[in-house]
């Protein structure tokens, strides 16, 4: 099978033919033996680029014909991988600039710079022959534009202090949003008029950190500048029809006016009425903060992408980083994207793509999608997957490498490229190194053979077949209070090693769809599902309710995360909770207990003892790295002060701690730390002064509080910290020197300001639901109120880890449909599989191994060693796309030797008859090659004569003297080349003359049922070709009502004559 050159020449003229309904054109074979042809890329005319729906899925049009979306990603495309990725035939290209990221060349007022983009697309355009570029433009706002607008910068609720952190401008800015949006109209003018103009197919629009429009320095709580106000006094007249009584009403505020709104600070943001909630009719106003501070950021990411459809009149995609699934579970929740919604709905948009997951990459793990990707699909939107994995060759200090071999390597680039032809979706290959990454023959090999059935996917079809939703309330998150986000804790979990809410349910043996809220109450979720589940629905409004309480009939189940309903328009509701759920419910929280005295210190300490011995303190790291000096100008108050002296060269320095024995901080209560600091020598560039709370029994991972500052030496300053605690008994705090400087501290106080809430739960499986499983699952995330399934009528699946163990997962049979409580998270794979099977939900693997699939795909990667067995919904045709073997045509279940990591790729098709293998004989045996020698299976040979050879080393060849009236030397085999009955085909090939036939003789091709013989023929095509002539060939035709038509090449009265490069389609 020459694959290779199938994948290189024939991708192009095979989707357009397939997409027309037509035979190819006779061009089809044009270039065989070529490195590689772009046959889309011209300088003639520019190419049209679009997102349409092709076999059932969002799909990336070029010149009106689907093209399989798979991207190298670089800073720079390097001269090896510009090249490792010309040879696998991609034609896509993204990039940015290694120093600057690519911005617009803004360099001042009224003034603009293009020297970058221009040397980065001629960059492009040296190192990629052909293809398209989509070049990542970053439209953060210059220094020089920072000083000049300082109103219209991001401010916080929390003062940074002289904490060295970037500046960027709000997004709410209307003059950063005019003025940058000039200059990017300038841009995209400048490059579609400039010489690689034909072949940009788009623009990538980066805002904000990192580019992923998400705000600076979120630790800090912004965005309290003018701008945004300004932006949130609009959304309120909108929301409120201008009103300022309603604004009056709905704020519980007689005083309060549009122009006299103040953002919320740092106390109301975290405010809370019960557990972790705030009231939602009583926190009206922070509500309403919180959607207009997310609703600015798709408001500018419309402004902008407008602009690039506008200048390029629609002839350039628009690409954007957004609509995240929360995952940052340490951060502040003004960190994610929540206006996932709005950006869904844009028509200026196209493609959306972020990075997979981060905490879940590794071999064995899942490599999520972090996104709705069905939801996107919805509305039209193409979801493209960041695959920046790092291979075992990648080296520090780049952060997330876990492969150490190539298997391991091969294996996740393999698991990146599953998830994307099981979602339809698209993916670019991203070496942050710009050519180290992939520095190895076997990626160049890889890359070719997952670009080859890339080209193949768009010839069966895309669409899901999941029988699971996985409704999520992106917006829920706005009612909680407290420090961290929740939400990102529910689907990523607190910390690498956990169980994770969207890593169960990879693992869990059937794929899910992912939808927002929203796309359920506009109706657009499809009814078919048979298991929904709701991991963050504690907080709906009325029409949210009545959109689930549709679904509750059908026999479907309905899964249930923490605290489901809880948080309504009008309060917090028990009542609600157990309407929506149908339990009856125990509400769980904390123990009442007085609040502690915020006038009275867990501890103070000022050092004048002269030593550490009698304090709660130590000399940090070792026991020696910091000192209680008396020297002076460098003490602080009274006669002593601990110092911290550290060269820039040393890069974390710890030199004083708390003693946990001494100073116990209770887990989950937060405190707040108070001392006075001063620096003796300043930190260098990028280097700063740090404090964090750290357990030594979870480490790094579960640190809080961690603040940094990089005040200038001489003065006396105050620091001030509040943090919340995880569940962890054994915290102590840390002051520390990053990368250099010397600075001393004293006067520390240590106040607890709120009690613990309520401790996560840990619960076990219900052991006679789940023989064998003896973990201990939850434990890890703090939530409350808890609801806990009590009185009857329902089956328990998990009970708390207590002394009198209550229930914690709990399924209820109620009328038409089953409701399933999972109190508390996560809800692990075994119990996703129990109920995916009791629903009768198609199940693929009963282990815990990573699994996507999709009408089509079959993708698993292996969480561990062993044997795995897949099985399939119905029986069907199955093709393993790593050993090239068609398992069957009638296949139910398949099995496969596995080590941890490795991915198994399969298609519920046969590549064999649906253009996906070009049958080359270059094993020099009928044996491997799906055809036999014609009839009686000798006729014909394989010959590896040169002047017989089509291509390659090896062809099928006949040859009979001119008395022989019919000579049939070479057959296809029916048991694997299974065409149906009543479908059409075409068959292409390449033909060498080797002697003519005799008089009135012929070459000839033909399909022909076995069992009823020459009636039955069809596609019946003669020709003679003078000798030596090497031909492509291309025969359409219908078959008849018959299952065993094979194909038949042969002789009429005599002559020679090769074959080769057979490729079977089936046009549907």
Same mark, same amino acid.
């Given at each position: 099978?020459?694959?290779?050159?199938?994948?290189?020449?024939?991708?192009?003229?095979?989707?357009?033919?397939?997409?027309?309904?037509?035979?190819?054109?006779?061009?089809?074979?044009?270039?065989?033996?070529?490195?590689?042809?772009?046959?889309?890329?011209?300088?003639?005319?520019?190419?049209?680029?679009?997102?349409?729906?092709?076999?059932?899925?969002?799909?990336?049009?070029?010149?009106?014909?689907?093209?399989?979306?798979?991207?190298?990603?670089?800073?720079?495309?390097?001269?090896?991988?510009?090249?490792?990725?010309?040879?696998?035939?991609?034609?896509? #290209?993204?990039?940015? *600039?290694?120093?600057?990221?690519?911005?617009?060349?803004?360099?001042?007022?009224?003034?603009?710079?293009?020297?970058?983009?221009? !040397?980065?697309?001629?960059?492009?355009?040296?190192?990629?022959?052909?293809?398209?570029?989509?070049?990542?433009?970053?439209?953060?706002?210059?220094?020089?534009?920072?000083?000049?607008?300082?109103?219209?910068?991001?401010?916080?609720?929390?003062?940074?202090?002289?904490?060295?952190? /970037?500046?960027?401008?709000?997004?709410?800015?209307?003059?950063?949003?005019?003025?940058?949006?000039?200059?990017?109209?300038?841009?995209?003018?400048?490059?579609?008029?400039?010489?690689?103009?034909?072949?940009?197919?788009?623009?990538?629009?980066?805002?904000?950190?990192?580019?992923?429009?998400?705000?600076?320095?979120?630790?800090?709580?912004?965005?309290?500048?003018?701008?945004?106000?300004?932006?949130?006094?609009?959304?309120?007249?909108?929301?409120?029809?201008?009103?300022?009584?309603?604004?009056?009403?709905?704020?519980?505020? /007689?005083?309060?006016?549009?122009?006299?709104?103040?953002?919320?600070?740092?106390?109301?943001?975290?405010?809370?009425?019960?557990?972790?909630?705030?009231?939602?009719?009583?926190?009206?106003?922070?509500?309403?903060?919180?959607?207009?501070?997310?609703?600015?950021?798709?408001?500018?990411?419309?402004?902008?992408?407008?602009?690039?459809?506008?200048?390029?009149?629609?002839?350039?995609?628009?690409?954007?980083?957004?609509?995240?699934?929360?995952?940052?579970?340490?951060?502040?929740?003004?960190?994610?994207?929540?206006?996932?919604?709005?950006?869904?709905?844009?028509?200026?948009?196209?493609?959306?793509?972020?990075?997979?997951?981060? #905490?879940?990459?590794?071999?064995?793990?899942?490599?999520?999608?972090?996104?709705?990707?069905?939801?996107?699909?919805?509305?039209?939107?193409?979801?493209?997957? +960041?695959?920046?994995?790092?291979?075992?060759?990648?080296?520090?200090?780049?952060?997330?490498?876990?492969?150490?071999?190539?298997?391991?390597?091969?294996?996740?680039?393999?698991?990146?490229?599953?998830?994307?032809?099981?979602?339809?979706?698209?993916?670019?290959?991203?070496?942050?190194?710009?050519?180290?990454?992939?520095?190895?023959?076997?990626?160049?090999?890889?890359?070719?053979?997952?670009?080859?059935?890339?080209?193949?996917?768009?010839?069966?079809?895309?669409?899901?077949?999941? +029988?699971?939703?996985?409704?999520?309330?992106?917006?829920?998150?706005?009612?909680?209070?407290?420090?961290?986000?929740?939400?990102?804790?529910?689907?990523?979990?607190?910390?690498?090693?956990?169980?994770?809410?969207?890593?169960?349910?990879?693992?869990?043996?059937?794929?899910?769809?992912?939808?927002?809220?929203?796309?359920?109450?506009?109706?657009?979720?499809?009814?078919?599902?048979?298991?929904?589940?709701?991991?963050?629905?504690?907080?709906?409004?009325?029409?949210?309710?009545?959109?689930?309480?549709?679904?509750?009939?059908?026999?479907?189940?309905?899964?249930?995360?923490?605290?489901?309903?809880?948080?309504?328009?009008?309060?917090?509701?028990?009542?609600?909770?157990?309407?929506?759920?149908?339990?009856?419910?125990?509400?769980?929280?904390?123990?009442?207990?007085?609040?502690?005295?915020?006038?009275?210190?867990?501890?103070?300490?000022?050092?004048?003892?002269?030593?550490?011995?009698?304090?709660?303190?130590?000399?940090?790291?070792?026991?020696?790295?910091?000192?209680?000096?008396?020297?002076?100008?460098?003490?602080?108050?009274?006669?002593?002060?601990?110092?911290?002296?550290?060269?820039?060269?040393?890069?974390?320095?710890?030199?004083?701690?708390?003693?946990?024995?001494?100073?116990?901080?209770?887990?989950?209560?937060?405190? !707040?730390?108070?001392?006075?600091?001063?620096?003796?020598?300043?930190?260098?560039?990028?280097?700063?002064?740090?404090?964090?709370?750290?357990?030594?029994?979870?480490?790094?991972?579960?640190?809080?509080?961690?603040?940094?500052?990089?005040?200038?030496?001489?003065?006396? #300053?105050?620091?001030?910290?509040?943090?919340?605690?995880?569940?962890?008994?054994?915290?102590?705090?840390?002051?520390?020197?990053?990368?250099?400087?010397?600075?001393?501290?004293?006067?520390?106080?240590?106040?607890?300001?709120?009690?613990?809430?309520?401790?996560?739960?840990?619960?076990?499986?219900?052991?006679?639901?789940?023989?064998?499983?003896? *973990?201990?699952?939850?434990?890890?995330?703090?939530?409350?109120?808890?609801?806990?399934?009590?009185?009857?009528?329902? %089956?328990?699946?998990?009970?708390?880890?207590?002394?009198?163990?209550?229930?914690?997962?709990?399924?209820?049979?109620?009328?038409?449909?089953?409701?399933?409580?999972?109190?508390?998270?996560?809800?692990?794979?075994?119990?996703?599989?129990?109920?995916?099977?009791?629903?009768?939900?198609?199940?693929?693997?009963?282990?815990?191994?990573? $699994?996507?699939?999709?009408?089509?795909?079959?993708?698993?990667?292996?969480?561990?060693?062993?044997?795995?067995?897949?099985?399939?919904?119905?029986?069907?045709?199955?093709?393993?796309?790593?050993?090239?073997? $068609?398992?069957?045509?009638?296949?139910?279940?398949?099995?496969?030797?596995?080590?941890?990591?490795?991915?198994?790729?399969?298609?519920?098709?046969?590549?064999?008859?649906?253009?996906?293998?070009?049958?080359?004989?270059?094993?020099?045996?009928?044996?491997?090659?799906?055809?036999?020698?014609?009839?009686?299976?000798?006729?014909?040979?394989?010959?590896?004569?040169?002047?017989?050879?089509?291509?390659?080393?090896?062809?099928?060849?006949?040859?009979?003297?001119?008395?022989?009236?019919?000579?049939?030397?070479?057959?296809?085999?029916?048991?694997?080349?299974?065409?149906?009955?009543?479908?059409?085909?075409?068959?292409?090939?390449?033909?060498?003359?080797?002697?003519?036939?005799?008089?009135?003789?012929?070459?000839?091709?033909?399909?022909?049922?076995?069992? %009823?013989?020459?009636?039955?023929?069809?596609?019946?095509?003669?020709?003679?070709?003078?000798?030596?002539?090497?031909?492509?060939?291309?025969?359409?035709? %219908?078959?008849?009502?018959?299952?065993?038509?094979?194909?038949?090449?042969?002789?009429?009265?005599?002559?020679?004559?090769?074959?080769?490069?057979?490729?079977?389609?089936?046009?549907?």
């Amino acid at each position: 099978m020459k694959r290779r050159t199938f994948l290189g020449v024939m991708a192009a003229p095979l989707l357009i033919a397939l997409v027309d309904g037509n035979a190819r054109p006779a061009s089809a074979f044009a270039g065989i033996g070529a490195a590689s042809v772009h046959p889309l890329t011209t300088t003639a005319a520019r190419s049209t680029f679009r997102v349409g729906t092709h076999r059932g899925a969002p799909c990336l049009f070029v010149d009106d014909a689907p093209r399989f979306p798979m991207y190298l990603f670089e800073q720079e495309v390097s001269v090896a991988d510009g090249q490792t990725f010309t040879d696998a035939g991609v034609e896509f #290209y993204s990039f940015i *600039e290694k120093d600057t990221y690519l911005d617009l060349g803004w360099t001042g007022a009224g003034t603009q710079n293009f020297t970058v983009i221009d !040397r980065v697309m001629q960059t492009f355009e040296d190192h990629v022959p052909s293809g398209y570029a989509m070049p990542r433009v970053h439209l953060w706002a210059p220094d020089w534009w920072l000083d000049a607008h300082p109103d219209d910068l991001v401010d916080y609720a929390i003062d940074p202090g002289t904490a060295d952190i /970037p500046r960027d401008a709000s997004f709410a800015s209307a003059t950063w949003r005019t003025e940058a949006g000039a200059k990017l109209r300038t841009m995209v003018r400048h490059i579609l008029d400039g010489p690689q103009g034909d072949r940009t197919m788009g623009i990538t629009l980066a805002g904000g950190l990192y580019g992923e429009w998400l705000c600076y320095n979120a630790e800090y709580l912004p965005d309290t500048s003018e701008p945004m106000r300004t932006a949130w006094i609009g959304h309120l007249k909108a929301k409120y029809a201008n009103s300022v009584a309603q604004l009056r009403a709905a704020w519980g505020d /007689p005083a309060v006016t549009f122009d006299t709104v103040v953002i919320p600070g740092t106390g109301e943001r975290r405010e809370t009425a019960n557990g972790l909630f705030r009231n939602p009719a009583a926190s009206r106003r922070v509500l309403d903060y919180y959607e207009s501070h997310h609703r600015v950021v798709v408001e500018a990411i419309d402004h902008f992408a407008s602009i690039v459809k506008d200048e390029s009149d629609g002839t350039l995609l628009t690409s954007v980083l957004y609509g995240y699934t929360p995952d940052q579970g340490y951060m502040p929740q003004e960190q994610h994207h929540r206006a996932v919604a709005a950006l869904h709905r844009l028509d200026s948009v196209d493609l959306v793509t972020s990075p997979h997951s981060y #905490y879940r990459r590794a071999p064995g793990d899942d490599g999520a999608y972090r996104t709705y990707t069905e939801s996107l699909a919805l509305h039209g939107k193409l979801f493209i997957d +960041e695959a920046d994995d790092r291979t075992h060759l990648a080296t520090s200090p780049i952060l997330f490498i876990y492969a150490t071999t190539m298997a391991e390597s091969l294996g996740i680039i393999r698991r990146a490229f599953g998830q994307a032809v099981t979602h339809a979706t698209g993916m670019w290959y991203m070496d942050h190194s710009s050519g180290l990454w992939y520095a190895d023959p076997a990626f160049g090999a890889e890359f070719a053979n997952l670009k080859h059935w890339g080209d193949y996917s768009m010839n069966v079809s895309r669409a899901r077949s999941s +029988e699971v939703a996985v409704i999520s309330v992106p917006t829920a998150e706005l009612v909680l209070g407290g420090e961290t986000d929740t939400t990102a804790k529910l689907y990523e979990g607190p910390s690498l090693g956990s169980r994770q809410g969207i890593g169960e349910l990879s693992r869990a043996g059937a794929p899910f769809d992912r939808f927002t809220i929203d796309d359920l109450v506009d109706g657009l979720v499809p009814t078919h599902y048979k298991v929904y589940v709701f991991p963050d629905a504690f907080r709906l409004n009325a029409a949210q309710r009545v959109a689930i309480t549709a679904l509750k009939s059908g026999g479907r189940t309905l899964v249930w995360g923490w605290a489901p309903g809880y948080a309504g328009d009008s309060g917090l509701s028990k009542a609600d909770v157990e309407a929506l759920t149908g339990f009856s419910l125990t509400q769980v929280n904390a123990p009442a207990a007085s609040p502690p005295d915020p006038s009275t210190p867990l501890d103070s300490e000022d050092f004048e003892s002269g030593s550490f011995a009698g304090t709660g303190y130590s000399a940090g790291a070792g026991g020696a790295t910091g000192t209680i000096i008396a020297t002076a100008g460098e003490v602080i108050g009274g006669t002593r002060s601990v110092k911290g002296s550290a060269p820039a060269s040393t890069d974390w320095h710890e030199y004083l701690y708390t003693k946990a024995a001494s100073i116990p901080l209770e887990a989950n209560a937060t405190y !707040r730390v108070k001392f006075r600091g001063r620096t003796i020598t300043a930190p260098g560039a990028g280097a700063y002064f740090y404090f964090v709370a750290r357990t030594g029994t979870g480490g790094v991972p579960q640190d809080v509080g961690s603040n940094q500052w990089s005040d200038a030496p001489g003065s006396v #300053y105050t620091k001030e910290f509040e943090f919340t605690l995880k569940n962890y008994s054994d915290y102590y705090l840390i002051w520390g020197i990053h990368d250099g400087g010397a600075i001393t501290v004293d006067d520390i106080t240590i106040t607890k300001v709120k009690n613990a809430g309520l401790a996560p739960m840990s619960y076990h499986l219900d052991s006679a639901a789940f023989p064998g499983v003896t *973990e201990t699952f939850g434990g890890e995330i703090a939530l409350e109120p808890l609801f806990l399934p009590s009185g009857s009528g329902f %089956t328990t699946l998990a009970r708390s880890a207590e002394s009198t163990p209550r229930p914690v997962i709990a399924r209820k049979t109620l009328t038409g449909w089953t409701s399933v409580l999972a109190s508390t998270p996560p809800i692990p794979s075994p119990v996703l599989r129990k109920l995916y099977s009791d629903a009768g939900v198609h199940v693929y693997t009963g282990g815990d191994d990573n $699994l996507e699939a999709n009408a089509a795909w079959i993708s698993l990667h292996a969480k561990t060693a062993g044997t795995k067995t897949v099985t399939l919904p119905t029986a069907g045709p199955l093709y393993d796309t790593g050993s090239e073997t $068609l398992l069957g045509l009638s296949t139910t279940t398949a099995t496969f030797t596995m080590a941890k990591g490795d991915t198994v790729l399969l298609t519920r098709s046969n590549p064999l008859v649906t253009g996906g293998v070009v049958f080359g004989f270059e094993t020099g045996s009928f044996a491997t090659s799906h055809f036999t020698g014609g009839f009686g299976g000798s006729y014909g040979t394989i010959t590896s004569t040169p002047s017989q050879v089509v291509s390659g080393s090896h062809s099928a060849y006949g040859a009979a003297p001119a008395t022989t009236d019919w000579y049939e030397f070479l057959y296809s085999n029916p048991a694997t080349i299974a065409l149906s009955p009543d479908t059409s085909y075409t068959v292409e090939f390449v033909t060498k003359t080797g002697a003519l036939p005799g008089s009135g003789g012929h070459f000839y091709f033909l399909a022909r049922s076995q069992a %009823t013989g020459a009636p039955s023929d069809r596609g019946v095509t003669s020709w003679t070709d003078p000798v030596g002539t090497v031909q492509k060939r291309s025969v359409t035709f %219908t078959t008849g009502n018959h299952t065993d038509y094979r194909l038949i090449w042969g002789l009429h009265n005599g002559g020679a004559l090769s074959v080769d490069d057979i490729l079977i389609s089936r046009n549907d």
